[in-house]
C-alpha cells in the first residue's frame, strides 16, 4: 500500500502530472490509431521515464564520479593551499550569517576538515555574486565572514574575486600562486565537477591534489529500496541535467582553450 500511496503522490507534482498527461494522450492516440501523434507524445514519455524513473542518470553520474571514489583523505599530501570552489552557498537575506548552504555545501565542509587535518595553511573561497536590490554580495566573501566569526579553522582564510565560473577561479588562483610562491594546491570540489575543474586548473598553471566531495550516487550514498520503476521523479533528471552540464562544459573549455590538457 505504501508504494501505491507513493506513486500517487508522485502523480501529483508537477513532472508527474506531465507524464501522466503525456501517457494518457499517448494511449489514446494508439487506441485511435492516430500513430504521428502517438510518436509525439509517447517519445517524451519515454524520455521522461528512463530518466525519472530508472537507475540511467545514476549510471551516467558514476562515470564522472568513479575515478574520484575511495579517496583516503588522511593520506593525501600536505600542500600551500586548500582551494574550495564556489557553488557550496548562495548569500540569503533571511539565513543565519547570511549564509544559504546548496546541495554542493559538502565543499565547504571537505574545506574545513582538509584545514582542520593540517593539510595547508590557508583556504582559499571561490564564488559568483548574488544580486539583490539592495546591493550585491559575495559568495566568497559570505563564506570567509561566516568562517572568520566563528573561527571554524585557525588558518588563513582568502576570499577570491566574484567569480563568473571555474575558469576564473582557476585565474586567480594562479595569480596567487604566482605572488607566493605556491607549487600546489588541493582542489576541493564535487566528484562529478573535479575532472574538468582539475584540467582547467592545469592549463592555468596550478599543480592540485583533487579532493572530491558531494557524490551524488549509491558510489557514496546508501542504496536505494529496490523496487519496480515508477511515476518518473526530479531526483534522476536532475543527476542527468549535472551529467549533460560536465559533458558540455567540458566541450565548450576546450573550445575556449581553457582546457589543454
Request: net charge positive; with cysteine; glycine share 10%.
Amino acid at each position: 500500500m505504501g508504494y501505491l500511496i507513493q506513486q500517487v503522490l508522485a502523480l501529483l507534482e508537477p513532472l508527474g502530472l506531465a507524464w501522466g498527461f503525456l501517457a494518457v494522450f499517448t494511449l489514446i492516440f494508439l487506441f485511435r490509431r492516430r500513430w504521428l501523434p502517438a510518436v509525439a507524445t509517447g517519445i517524451p514519455m519515454l524520455i521522461i521515464f528512463v530518466m525519472g524513473s530508472t537507475d540511467v542518470p545514476g549510471a551516467f553520474m558514476r562515470t564522472l564520479e568513479r575515478p574520484y571514489a575511495n579517496v583516503d583523505l588522511a593520506a593525501l599530501p600536505k600542500a600551500d593551499a586548500i582551494v574550495v570552489l564556489g557553488g557550496g552557498a548562495q548569500p540569503a537575506r533571511f539565513e543565519v550569517a547570511d549564509l544559504h548552504f546548496t546541495p554542493a555545501g559538502d565543499r565547504l565542509i571537505m574545506g574545513l576538515e582538509m584545514a582542520r587535518l593540517g593539510k595547508a595553511p590557508v583556504v582559499v573561497l571561490g564564488g559568483a555574486v548574488a544580486k539583490f536590490p539592495e546591493g550585491d554580495k559575495s559568495e566568497s566573501q559570505t563564506v570567509r565572514k561566516w568562517i572568520v566569526d566563528r573561527q571554524l579553522t585557525s588558518g588563513e582564510i582568502i576570499a577570491l574575486p566574484v567569480c563568473k565560473d571555474t575558469h576564473d577561479e582557476a585565474t586567480y588562483t594562479k595569480k596567487l600562486a604566482t605572488e607566493r610562491g605556491w607549487q600546489q594546491v588541493l582542489l576541493v570540489t564535487s566528484a562529478n565537477h573535479m575532472r574538468r575543474a582539475s584540467a582547467t586548473f592545469r592549463t592555468a598553471g596550478v599543480t592540485v591534489i583533487p579532493v572530491p566531495c558531494n557524490f551524488m550516487t549509491e558510489l557514496s550514498h546508501a542504496p536505494t529500496e529496490l523496487g519496480p520503476p515508477g511515476v518518473p521523479q526530479v531526483g534522476g533528471l536532475s543527476k542527468m541535467a549535472t551529467y549533460l552540464h560536465e559533458q558540455i562544459g567540458w566541450y565548450e573549455y576546450r573550445r575556449r582553450g581553457w582546457i589543454k590538457k
